[in-house]
Structure formats: structure tokens, C-alpha cells
């Protein structure tokens, strides 16, 4: 049961109240005045204060202003749910009081079974609260910047800028392949902001199409298109005081950026079929796994926008740069399914560890978590072996099926291209764009080797499948 105070500087009011209370199974304090409140809330920290409006000295209203300002021993700024007590007369003052931040408000006489609901109603107002700072406080513990994984040159300089720019309301630009914990990294900068009691919100550009993106970002009204019967909150007034995290944003169409760039400028968005203009404060960090500069020289992504979305630029580096980070991943990754499955395995062998080490890793580390994943989950011992990695390596990874001895009479490369190629036709149903796809081969180079082999050969020229 929550903590109550009760305010209140008529002594048997003040007395009645806390027989009830208590006989309800509540612990109950009481003051006589703001001054006195203030001290017994330094010392018992109740979570649910019941004080009169009208007291001599402090009323009610600068009690709650006072409360405000209290500094608690909490991380996460937990503040008691107040209840304003006040006379039938003054029951505009208790709407100002709940301006202030009271929780609810109660005239006098009271009514006993009023008081017994509004403290109820309280504290399970009070439990909320509670249970939100907890998750924000893991969310924090989960994604503080210190436990990002990566002491490699390249990681700890991105480490540096998210220490540096987390403290602000900076946009952000974070680059990388895809699978190099983009995400991660804009989660890691908003639960270390200020912003980290609000929401984080991830969207997806390259998967919404496009004639969704306004309806989705800022929301309509009534009757704004058809089917629209009612209205929708966009993303943007969903996160109004977060982040908003636009993945892929080189991905966004050209329509949407000129629409983006005018929100960034006058804080402000319109909902579709809407008039008014609605402030809002939202940071944003976009990523991209694509060469932006390229897109600008193409004429694909706004030249303004760019520059207005990478204020603070980061870049992610792939895994096959920062290999000297993989043993400490692995061990990472084998703690977080131990805890998930209920294993108990205690590391990988040497021979295994040189060849997660020595992998190409072509999915990043959103592969290397995948791999150990199935590594624990189907490991028979305590330690993961050659053998239960190297089979999903291969599937991953076709080319590592390729692991053969050269034998002592050689081989021909000519046939083993040969080979290739024609293995990859076969697969891709004589498509060249696809099959040169597939060998990580240029359109161009593909079909150069296509026609030494084939001259005049018939093939499915797709060039809009590249």
C-alpha cells in the first residue's frame, strides 16, 4: 500500500482523515501546515499527498509548486500524486491546482466514500508511474552508451560523438551497412538525453509506401481522404517531447523531404485535412546505409535537408572493420540467449572463436547475434564448438561452401568459373541481372564472361533487375 500525507491545519480534520485512511490499510502521515509537509516528504517520501487548498501560510497550490521543485532521491524525477481538498466555493482554485499538476481534487464536507475512490484511484495513479520510471530506468540501464560493445578505434569514436550529442536536441546522422546497429546506436543517444522519459519512435522509410507517408508522419483529420472516418495522431505529435528515429531516410521520397525540411525549420506540422498548426518538439536522428553524397549528386535526396539532418554525423562501422570486437560480442550475445533459453554455456572453443574471427560477416553484427543464437540454442555442452557454427556459416555465406582442398593435380579456374556461371543462370532461370546478383558481379562483367562461354547463347538481358 502507497505512503499518504495528509495537509490540512484544522487538527480534527486533519485527525479523521488519517483514521480512515489508516483503517483502509494505508501508512499515514500528517501535517500541519506547507512548511511542515515539505520536511515530512524529505523524510518519508509518500507517494500520494492529500492537502487542503486554503491554509495559513503555504496553501495548497504553492505546496504543489514546492513539491515540484523538491530534490528527491529518485533518477527518474518520481513525484507524489496530489489531491487538492478545497471548499464549494473555490473550486476554480482547485482547477488551477490541477493545471499545476494535481492529480484530482475533493470538496468539502467530504464524503467518505469519495475519499476512499479518489485515494484509490490514486494510487494505482501513483503505481503507473512507478512502473514507468522502472521500464525507462532499464531502458536506460539497457542502452546506456558506457555498455555499448566495441573498444576497436572506430567504435570508440563513435561511442565519443553519442557521449557528446546526447546531451542535446542536435539532429543526427548515422551511417552504415545495414546490420551494423544503426538503431541501437539512436536508442543509446535518446535514453542518455533529457528527452528519455518520452517517446522513442522508429519508422522505417523504405517500408512505407509513399502515398502513406504524410497520413503516417503528421496524422489527419476526419474526412481528410476517403476511409478517413475519424481522426489519427501522426508520429509526430505521438512523439512530441522524444525522438523520432527515420531509418533509411535516403529511402524517403522527394515529396516528404521538402516537407520534412519545412517541420525541422518552424517546429510546427498540419495534420492532413487540417487547419491548424501544431507546434511540436521532436529531435530527430535518421540513418542511411546509402551514400547520401551519391543521392545528392543524382538528384535523388534534397541537398538542404542533408545538411539539415547531419548537424551531428556518426558512422557505424561494419564488423569486418572492427574484428578485434568480436570475442567480446560472442561472449555478449552467448550471456543475453543463455538468459533467454535457459542455457548454461560458458564460451566457444578457440578453433571456433578464429572462425567467427576470420568470417566475413557480410550481414554485420545483426548476423553474428543470429549465428550465436542458433549456437546456443542447439549447443549439447557448455562450449560452442566448430561444429555448431560452421554449418550456418556456410548457409549464410554460399561462397564459404567452397572450402575444399586445392587437390595436388590443381585445378582448372577456367571450368570452376565456368561452373559458376552457369550454376547461376540455372538458379536464376537465365536472368543475367539476377545471376550477376548473385555472384557479386557487375551487369557488364557478367555478361562479358557469359558470352566467352556462350557467344550468341540465349539469356534473359533484364537490366531492370540489377
Excluded at 121 to 139: D, M, P, Y
Excluded at 254 to 272: A, F, H, N, T
Aim: glycine content about 8%; overall charge negative.
Amino acid at each position: 500500500m502507497p505512503v499518504v500525507l495528509v495537509v490540512d491545519d484544522e487538527p480534527l480534520q486533519r485527525d479523521i482523515l488519517k483514521t480512515i485512511l489508516e483503517g483502509e490499510g494505508y501508512e499515514t502521515y500528517a501535517a500541519s501546515s506547507g512548511e511542515e509537509a515539505l520536511k515530512v516528504i524529505t523524510k518519508y517520501y509518500p507517494e500520494i499527498i492529500l492537502t487542503d487548498l486554503k491554509m495559513e501560510g503555504m496553501d495548497g497550490i504553492e505546496l504543489i509548486e514546492s513539491v515540484a521543485k523538491l530534490e528527491l532521491p529518485s533518477p527518474d524525477g518520481f513525484r507524489p500524486t496530489m489531491i487538492i481538498m478545497t471548499a464549494h466555493g473555490t473550486i476554480s482554485s482547485a482547477v488551477e491546482a490541477m493545471k499545476k499538476g494535481a492529480f484530482d481534487y475533493l470538496t468539502k464536507p467530504l464524503d467518505r466514500d469519495s475519499l476512499i475512490l479518489t485515494v484509490k484511484r490514486a494510487s494505482e495513479h501513483a503505481e503507473l508511474l512507478k512502473e514507468n520510471l522502472q521500464l525507462h530506468r532499464e531502458l536506460y540501464d539497457r542502452f546506456r552508451i558506457e555498455g555499448i560493445v566495441g573498444k576497436s578505434g572506430m567504435m570508440q569514436e563513435a561511442i565519443e560523438i553519442m557521449k557528446k550529442v546526447s546531451g542535446s536536441s542536435a539532429t543526427v546522422m548515422i551511417k552504415g551497412e545495414s546490420g551494423t546497429g544503426k538503431e541501437l546506436a539512436a536508442k543509446a543517444i535518446h535514453y542518455n538525453s533529457p528527452r528519455r522519459s518520452k517517446a522513442f519512435t522508429a519508422l522505417n522509410c523504405a517500408a512505407i509506401p509513399e502515398n502513406l507517408f504524410e497520413s503516417e508522419l503528421f496524422g489527419y483529420e476526419p474526412g481528410a481522404f476517403t476511409g478517413a472516418s475519424s481522426r489519427r495522431i501522426g508520429l509526430f505529435e505521438a512523439t512530441n517531447g522524444g525522438t523520432l528515429f527515420l531509418d533509411e531516410i535516403g529511402d524517403m521520397p522527394q515529396m516528404m523531404q521538402s516537407k520534412l525540411l519545412r517541420v525541422l525549420q518552424d517546429k510546427e506540422i498540419r495534420r492532413l485535412g487540417g487547419k491548424e498548426a501544431i507546434k511540436v518538439d521532436v529531435r530527430i536522428i535518421a540513418a542511411t546505409n546509402k551514400d547520401l553524397e551519391k543521392e545528392l549528386a543524382k538528384g535523388n535526396f534534397r541537398e538542404d535537408l542533408y545538411y539539415r539532418l547531419r548537424v551531428v554525423s556518426i558512422d557505424m562501422p561494419p564488423l569486418r572493420s572492427r574484428k578485434t570486437d568480436i570475442p567480446e560480442l560472442v561472449e555478449f550475445f552467448i550471456g543475453k540467449y543463455n538468459r533467454e533459453f535457459g542455457k548454461r554455456v560458458k564460451g566457444v572453443e578457440t578453433p571456433a572463436l578464429k572462425a567467427l574471427t576470420e568470417y566475413g560477416w557480410p550481414g554485420n553484427i545483426r548476423q553474428l547475434e543470429s549465428v550465436i543464437e542458433r549456437a546456443v540454442l542447439m549447443c549439447d555442452n557448455d562450449t560452442i564448438t566448430v561444429k555448431d557454427i560452421k554449418g550456418e556459416l556456410r548457409a549464410l555465406h554460399p561462397a564459404d561452401a567452397f572450402d575444399f582442398e586445392i587437390p595436388e593435380e590443381g585445378i582448372n579456374l577456367d571450368e570452376l568459373e565456368e561452373k559458376l556461371l552457369r550454376k547461376a543462370m540455372a538458379k536464376t532461370n537465365g536472368i543475367v541481372a539476377k545471376a550477376a546478383k548473385l555472384l557479386g558481379l557487375s551487369y557488364k562483367t557478367f555478361w562479358y564472361r557469359w558470352e566467352k562461354l556462350n557467344p550468341g547463347g540465349a539469356a534473359k538481358k533484364d537490366a531492370g533487375e540489377i
